[in-house]
């Protein structure tokens, strides 16, 4: 897909003129370099290694750097630069630690020059001086930068960097002894080349590896840095401390910055992964690309305006073997698919809307929104005549509906998170505790639904009246039980049949089987009582056990005219007759003829012979026939999905940790990550960093468990001689100094140390906080501006 569109641009006496066009490659590319006149690129790559003219139409392959039967792992290269003051001099990087110049003007097929062989591991970057000619400087996966004389076999300056990786070198376009070197570690240091033993200035860009920075071709304090955080910043480095003037965040790691000539404000950005896409940004309107080319396939290694006053012609190599010239013009405008209009909340329940003013204003019917307990807050950013930003059309407007503080306040989720218990008792425990923590915070279904997930998981044994009837509230009655009938009313009698008061008011204490004293039933594990309000299956048997478990009957006061009570069919069988038992019967007889009954017992039981009779028992301990926990896990389940669409991701979580293995089962991975990644998100937003940490570690998801396990490396510099440290102690092996000196009282830190990461110094964190109150300066005497955060 070529598109025709022509730029013709004039230069002094030179012409350029081209089109939107690409070229093949014969394997991916790493980086590439551009030749002064703007008539040629090097492409460079593991295994390519080319010099192509660009033409009107077409790029043509005018060299292949890679001669010989087997080439060498000189010519893998990681890194590629033509020297702007000669245009026969070339220099790469090579994977395998060696800085190589290349000869364009030397007569025989092999260009090598000189060989530079002083790195241990792979060479990330090389730079040349932008007016020395001769001189060179390279960066390394080891630690170190070193400048070269190209007139001289072996290296000049050696600069250490105190860190693992230097990941790009670049010299100041306007200061001629200064250079820039960023690190894996986030920092960012400025050396001057003729003071090796200490960089001038340090400090931490990026919350992570800084992968390349770039001067700034007319300002000349403005250093911009990408980084693997996602965001590109732009730094002015004319004051004693550097300071971020801009920040533009991407939607990936940004592997390459290149500001873009004779536009002041506008840079281009390339993606490490993921983004195949090339940008370009305004970075005073960070938000939205100016400019975007997506020719590409596959991840962009290298892009490189043309020339050093074209703004219009872009250069790119790829891993998807291609390399192409853009045209500003053939850009595409995000700006055109963009949605004009935007709607957002705050944390705490803010409303903000954006829309053209236009769109607004021409509403003439629009009311207010009826919600609102204040006046909306307009912001209006008008037009700037100055700035030629084609593409906007008209004036913002931003209304803000704030609620009512009470109504957004979110006390509740920080003294619940702070409140919840969720390992290291019981279960029950557990489910009691964050049930009260529920309640106290008037959070009713809450404390229900860790009542219920204890009855359901908890052993019967534990489950206690009070707790059951203390959640379902005091106004609830309490569960009936089978056991609670009035004796009085069940009579029998020869060839009577058994009658059941069901009326409600005529139950006195002597009609009670047994007082709280007395057990109905007998079980090794559990003991209840009449009384018990825990929920049971009662089942209608054969009598079992003995005759005192039996319910009691009584001939006095019979109710002839009572209706007779028949068992409805539906509920169960009905029982076949029982025939006559003599043997109870004068089992009965002895037991009223014991002298240990006592007189109103032995008058209930002298009965006469009964010729058939039906009792109702409990034939099962109480707690036999409940259904296995697994039996609810489908309801649990329900109940964790309902709270997460919800929103109370809290509850959600809390649930899933107190149960473990119980319900994990139940819920695909996926599903339990993205539940812990909101509340973690969540927990820190309330910088509630401890119980977050402990979610963490009380997870379930593996992929959550290994989030606080990462970047717990620290790599630390001896004060005394700025070595980094051996991982054998606190003993420094250069200088042989304790490493752990406070820098205010000057003993040994035995506890909790705190160090500046820009000059390394630190000591006991009261001691350091309680002179940054009074002073900014390193307590040590360096002359550092430190800052405690």
């Known amino acids: 897909m070529e598109k025709m569109a022509r730029v013709t641009t004039a230069l002094g006496g030179n012409t350029i003129t081209g089109r939107t066009m690409f070229c093949h490659l014969d394997a991916p590319a790493n980086a590439i370099s551009v030749c002064r006149d703007a008539a040629q690129v090097v492409v460079a790559g593991r295994n390519i290694f080319k010099i192509y003219a660009i033409e009107e139409e077409q790029f043509v392959e005018k060299l292949n750097l890679r001669v010989g039967r087997k080439p060498s792992l000189n010519f893998s290269c990681a890194d590629v630069v033509w020297h702007q003051m000669d245009e026969n001099l070339l220099a790469t990087a090579a994977t395998n630690g060696v800085v190589v110049t290349w000869n364009l003007g030397k007569p025989s097929r092999n260009k090598q020059d000189q060989l530079f062989t002083e790195h241990k591991r792979t060479v990330n970057k090389v730079c040349f001086h932008p007016t020395e000619v001769y001189m060179l400087l390279s960066g390394s996966q080891d630690g170190y930068m070193k400048c070269f004389d190209l007139r001289k076999k072996d290296s000049v300056s050696t600069f250490s960097g105190q860190s693992e990786s230097v990941r790009d070198v670049q010299f100041s376009i306007r200061d001629y002894f200064t250079f820039a070197a960023t690190f894996e570690n986030g920092n ?55 300071k971020e003037i801009y920040c533009v965040q991407t939607i990936a790691s940004v592997a390459r910055v290149k500001w873009r000539p004779e536009c002041k404000h506008h840079i281009a950005t390339c993606s490490m992964m993921v983004d195949h896409n090339i940008y370009v940004w305004d970075v005073r309107r960070p938000f ?26 872009l250069l790119s190599g790829s891993k998807d073997s291609t390399l192409y010239q853009h045209i500003f ?115 009713n279904q809450v404390a229900q639904t860790w009542t219920m997930l204890r ?62 004293s007395s057990t109905l039933i007998n079980n090794d594990e ?25 319910y009691m009957m009584d001939h006095e006061n019979p109710h002839a005219e009572e209706q007779e009570y028949i068992l409805p069919q539906e509920a169960f069988p009905l029982r076949h007759e029982i025939v006559d038992n003599p043997s109870a019967l004068d089992h009965l007889q002895d037991k009223a003829d014991s002298p240990h009954v006592s007189g109103n017992e032995a008058e209930t039981v002298s009965l006469t012979p009964v010729e058939s009779f039906s009792l109702i028992s409990i034939s099962h301990s109480l707690y036999e026939n409940r259904l296995p926990p697994d039996f609810f896990s489908p309801i649990v389940r329900d109940m964790l999905l309902f709270y997460a669409e919800q929103g109370d991701v809290q509850m959600t979580v809390s649930v899933l940790i107190v149960l473990g293995d119980r319900i994990r089962k139940e819920i695909d991975e996926q599903t339990q990550e993205h539940w812990y990644t909101s509340y973690i998100d969540l927990l820190q937003r309330f910088q509630l960093w401890n119980i977050s940490n402990e979610v963490i570690k009380l997870s379930t998801c593996r992929a959550i468990n290994c989030l606080n396990q990462a970047s717990t490396t620290l790599h630390i510099n001896c004060t005394n001689c700025k070595r980094p440290m051996s991982n054998k102690g606190w003993i420094c092996d250069r200088c042989r100094q304790c490493a752990s000196m406070c820098a205010v009282c000057h003993h040994v830190v035995k506890g909790l140390f705190v160090w500046c990461q820009g000059c390394s110094h630190g000591g006991h964190l009261q001691h350091i906080m309680k002179w940054l109150e009074s002073s900014s300066h390193c307590p040590a005497g360096c002359g550092h501006l430190c800052e405690y955060t």
Request: net charge negative; glycine share 6%.
């Open 329 to 443: 013009k053939d850009a595409s405008q995000p700006i055109d698919r963009a949605n004009p209009e935007g709607l957002c909340y705050s944390l705490y329940g803010d409303l903000a809307f954006a829309a053209k003013e236009s769109l607004i204003s021409s509403d003439s019917n629009r009311k207010p929104y009826i919600g609102d307990r204040r006046h909306p807050i307009f912001f209006k950013r008008k037009l700037d005549p100055t700035e030629q930003f084609e593409y906007i059309s008209s004036s913002s407007a931003l209304s803000v509906f704030e609620t009512d503080v009470e109504s957004g306040s979110m006390d509740w989720f920080v003294r619940t998170a702070k409140q919840y218990v969720l390992a290291g008792r019981p279960l029950a425990e557990l489910c009691d505790h964050n049930a009260a923590v529920a309640k106290e915070l008037d959070r």
């Open 526 to 550: 559990n003991e209840e009582t009449e009384g018990s309000d825990v929920p049971a299956d009662y089942l209608l048997g054969d009598v079992e056990g003995d005759e005192d478990e039996l």
């Open 188 to 242: 960012v240091q400025l050396w001057d080349i003729r003071r090796p033993d200490r960089y001038e200035r340090m400090f931490t860009a990026h919350n992570g590896p800084v992968f390349c920075c770039d001067w700034h071709p007319e300002d000349r304090g403005w250093l911009a840095t990408g980084g693997r955080d996602k965001m590109v910043k732009v730094w002015d480095m004319n004051t004693n401390r550097a």
């Open 288 to 313: 939205i690309p100016s400019a975007m080319f997506e020719e590409h396939k596959d991840v962009t290694t290298g892009i490189v305006w043309r020339h050093l006053h074209d703004p219009y012609f």
């Open 455 to 516: 009855i359901i998981y908890s052993s019967p044994g534990t489950v206690s009246s009070a707790n059951l009837n203390h959640s379902m509230g005091k106004g609830s009655a309490s569960l009936p039980l089978m056991n609670s009938f009035n004796l009085k009313d069940i009579q029998s009698g020869m060839g009577s049949e058994s009658r059941l008061d069901r009326s409600k008011g005529e139950s006195r204490p002597e009609n009670i089987l047994m007082d709280s």
